[in-house]
């Protein structure tokens, strides 16, 4: 394939192509190969930076000072995704306003970009490929965020149809996600395709940790079986559950339970902490990637966690996380998300619905008491790792449905 402009348009911050992460790990690709790259992205307003352009070897990061759109209260990040259209248009006007692409790429969330998109689509004529993360306004409307015959859902919804519309190619996490899409939206299933979250197998970490020490420095118990729980603390995932199932385990002393993470819902898990002051569990608010990829090397079992009403197939990237460190999963969840599913029938992990206690207990003992099931599901997570969810897999995907527009 001949050198291709690609834009790629997302709410995580970029900072650098060598950090590791779902995107920068897609996009170090398409430089890796050839194309020039330009990175369009929020920096919150809690950062204090302003918007600037960081060059670096074929890639252009464009940084947008925004509100805050992540992690912030439900005004805020409702405000701030509604302004996001206008003021990413603004900024590649200013710093972009000669420049055209071959190719936009970008991710859900969040939907409300629709304008920005369909003006680059217009002005390059170029094609477009949406990386589905997030199925929203249906997400929301799951959690009672607000109701299904609402004003908001019906302006969110128009924005979906639109962006499905807009999209050339719609790449979907996992198989119960192209069913969803095609079950609701038959008339764009020509569309859709399957294109996990994965990542750069060379940036895999393979150095021996020191589990001791690193547990130690963290003041973690050694001896026990750590169950990791890592990634967002919002309403999606449930985390009171969690808690309840931390303090029925107090019973279980070889079990210990560590929550990495920030999220609306930190408030109340450090409230619950600091109340309950459990023996068999820490919370950590935030980590360096670093810190945090040294800490799940020495990790037992790593958690997913879903709230049981979604009816939308969600599919957390954390779970590539668990699989380089060779960890088992146990997944947490609803049923419409097929993790859990996948992670049985592969044999790296366990599924339980979400509120079945007594299920979900049952699924901590028996991974608390068999290391070798441990061992042996770990292994057979990475190997899928390696076979599935490698980026080069999701870059060829990508690239193929350009040639063949071409």
Known sequence: MHPQRVIFISLVQINTLEERGIYQDLLRQFVLNGHEVTVVCPVERRTGRPTKVIKENAASILQVRTLNVQKASIWEKGIATLSLNWVLQKALRQHFANSTFDLILYATPPITITGLIEWLKNRSRAKTYLLLKDIFPQNAVDIGMFGSKSLLHL?????????????????????????????????????????????????????????????????????????????????????????????????????????????????????????????????????????????????????????????????????????????????????????????????????????????????IYSLANNVEMRKRMGEVGFTFLRAHYDVKLSYNKIVDFVQEAL
């Open 155 to 363: 302006y969110f919804k128009r924005k979906e149809l639109k962006l499905y519309e807009l999209s050339d190619r719609i790449g979907c996490m996992s198989p119960a996600n192209v069913q969803y899409i095609r079950k609701h939206h038959p008339t764009i299933a020509s569309k859709l395709e399957e294109n996990p979250n994965a990542v750069d197998l060379t940036k895999i970490n393979g150095a021996v940790v020191n589990r001791m020490s690193v547990l130690q420095k963290w003041g973690i118990p050694d001896q026990t079986v750590v169950y990791l729980y890592g990634g967002n603390l919002g309403k999606p995932q449930g985390t009171s559950f969690l808690l309840s199932l931390i303090a029925e385990a107090q019973q279980l002393p070889s079990a210990y339970f560590l929550i990495v993470g920030d999220g609306t819902e930190y408030p109340e898990l450090k409230k619950w902490f600091d109340l309950n002051q459990p023996s068999n569990a820490k919370l950590i608010q935030r980590l360096a990637k670093v810190d945090f990829d040294e800490l799940a090397a020495c990790c037992d079992v790593g958690l997913i966690l879903l709230r049981k009403e979604f009816t939308i197939p969600n599919f957390p990237s954390r779970l590539l996380t668990y699989l380089e460190n060779k960890i088992p999963v146990l997944a947490i969840t609803d049923i419409a998300s097929d993790l859990g599913a996948i992670a049985e029938r592969e044999g790296f992990g366990k599924w339980c619905l979400y509120g079945e206690k007594e299920e979900a207990l049952r699924q």
